[in-house]
């Protein structure tokens, strides 16, 4: 038996059977430099997918893992009940970056969590359980954060702490406004938000949460300006907005830092994870001073913010801006999505290639027409492992190939990935 053989053997029986796993022989990794990734078995990877967009700078990055040590060889963990110096240079920085004015942070371990105090924050704030969602949005999972995931696949429970009502989001493919061209598609979706709040709310509707990007549901990409319109309606009766960055912060897609600076607005709370600790678990949430002190009682988090996240978190997020891998991303990916879309051109099974910087989709259908094809899906990613390349996938339909490697790709680890990719997708097309 091999190596994966027998881990998969020993995984199933003692871990949740939910649990997802990529491909069906699964592979466990074991080493990684830079962008490239070995397995269990000595296969050497180009990685696409990057731990889902979280070893944001690439691995074994050396200033990262000697902050990390440095940290280690000192103390590991006190808690939030006393003062922890690198989690509030960390909060100081993040606070100045996030846009947010009289900026507040609180950090969490996971996506998850900050979304769950992004929630008691606006809920608690606005004394009301009514939240706005976006139709295909992944915003966790967790008890409140499954109530706005708008997706079967995704919807484990409907035992929901919220009263939700979906919206139409910018996930133009599929929507019954797709056809429009871009103002008229916001107008549109504008209009069906305003009819929503007239029809299905009770009133007083606490927030909407929305990811500028969605993630999980295969990076649908709004027009620019799509949340301004959505806001200024928003804006109304004060219903907040918490824009969840978890995928599209710190500078992923290109042109911003942030993916809500797209749509030129501020959000009253945001909320990042993933690739700030660049693997150690490093989250949180964001908000103007008065909305997160807004909360009637204690609160604490045990590892939220602790010494060694926080140590990463501070080396990384410097690495990032001193490398100003923002303006690599916009390159490289531009690069990359040039050649894609030169693909999509010459094959049918390509609905769609969307996103920005290196946050890029694939959507995949049957040829000749809208059909949605997992199965080609999931056989490029067999494919592309056997070339060597690792790419995510998701999407409504689990039909949107998934390219997101570390900010830090170089053109001619892009050239290569694409060409990977390409020999895998056309092998498929047949
Ligand atoms: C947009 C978005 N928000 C929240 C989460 C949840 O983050 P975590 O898995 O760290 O709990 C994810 C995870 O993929 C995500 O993509």
Redesign the pocket.
């Known amino acids: 038996m091999g190596t994966h053989e027998d881990l998969l053997a020993r995984h199933r029986k003692v871990l949740p059977s939910w649990m997802v796993l990529y491909y069906q022989e699964p592979i466990a990794l074991v080493d990684g430099d830079g962008r490239r990734v070995t397995d269990a078995e000595g296969n050497e990877y180009l990685d696409f997918f990057a731990g ?2 979280t070893t944001m700078t690439g691995y074994k990055v050396p200033e990262v893992v000697a902050a990390i040590k440095a940290q280690a060889d000192k103390m590991l963990h006190t808690s939030t009940l006393y003062l922890i110096e690198n989690q509030i240079d960390l909060a100081e920085k993040i606070a100045e970056l996030s846009g947010i004015p009289d900026a507040k942070v609180f950090f969490t ?7 769950d105090a992004a929630l008691m924050l606006a809920t608690q704030y606005r004394k009301s359980n009514q939240v706005l969602a976006i139709r295909g ?5 967790s008890h409140s ?1 499954v109530a706005i995931t708008g997706q079967r696949n995704w919807s484990s429970t409907s035992l929901y702490p919220f009263n939700v009502i979906y919206v139409h989001g910018g996930y133009k493919l599929r929507s019954p406004f797709g056809h429009l061209p871009d103002d008229e598609f916001i107008a549109a979706c504008k209009a069906d938000l305003e009819n929503m709040l007239d029809v299905a709310s009770a009133g007083d509707v606490a927030c909407m949460i929305a ?1 500028p990007i ?3 549901g295969g990076f649908a990409t709004p027009p620019d300006g799509f949340f301004a319109a959505f806001k200024e309606v928003l804006d109304r009766t004060g219903i907040l907005f918490i824009s ?5 912060g710190w500078g992923r897609t290109g042109e911003h830092f942030w993916g809500y600076q797209s749509h030129g607005i501020t959000p009253d709370i945001l ?1 990042f ?2 690739g700030l600790g660049n693997g150690m678990a490093l ?1 949180g949430v964001v908000a103007t001073a008065s909305l997160m002190d807004t909360l009637p009682a204690n609160s604490i988090s045990t590892f939220g913010g602790n010494p060694m996240s926080t140590a990463a978190g501070l080396a990384n997020l410097d690495y990032l801006l001193e490398h100003d891998l923002q303006t690599n991303a916009y390159k490289v990916g531009n690069r990359l999505k040039s050649n894609l879309d030169e693909l999509a051109d010459r094959t049918e099974i390509i609905a769609e290639v969307r996103g920005k910087g290196l946050m890029l989709g694939v959507e995949l259908v049957k040829a000749g027409g809208l059909d949605p094809d997992p199965a080609a899906a999931a056989a490029v990613m067999e494919e592309a492992k056997k070339e060597g390349l690792l790419i995510g996938k998701g999407g409504l339909y689990g039909n949107t190939l998934r390219i997101a490697p570390a900010l830090s790709l170089t053109e001619a680890e892009a050239d290569e990935g694409f060409e990977k990719l390409a020999r895998a997708i056309e092998r498929v097309a047949g």
């Open positions: 889902i967009l371990n996971s996506g998850t969590e900050a979304n949005s992944y915003h966790g999972k954060t990811e969605q993630g999980v969840d960055e978890v995928q599209t909320t994870a993933k989250a």
